[in-house]
């Protein structure tokens, strides 16, 4: 929108304009980006369950953090409830 106007030529050999050669390298981009931002957020994940040190044979993540947290009184339970 407020970038400068492109020469609309189209490429021999991919076929594609100019604008949409553009648009399809800024597509590679958020995908890479997003896999990036995907790969950190499990590896956060992971390694905050690993210092959790809930059995390590349960493979439900909703067990494990369940099993992780105290519930102090009746509050926590209730926090818990409306959380799910």
């Not at 594609?16 to 995907?38: A, H, M």
């Amino acid at each position: 929108m407020f970038s400068s106007p492109i020469i609309n030529t189209v490429n021999e050999i991919t076929g594609l304009s100019k604008e949409d050669e553009l648009g399809l390298k800024e597509k590679q981009k958020v995908i890479r980006l997003n896999d990036v931002n995907e790969k950190y957020k499990e590896e956060y994940l992971n390694s905050y369950f690993e210092d959790l040190h809930v059995s390590s044979g349960e493979t439900d993540w909703s067990v494990m953090i369940i099993r992780a947290l105290d519930f102090k009184d009746f509050n926590d339970c209730k926090n818990l409830l409306n959380m799910l």
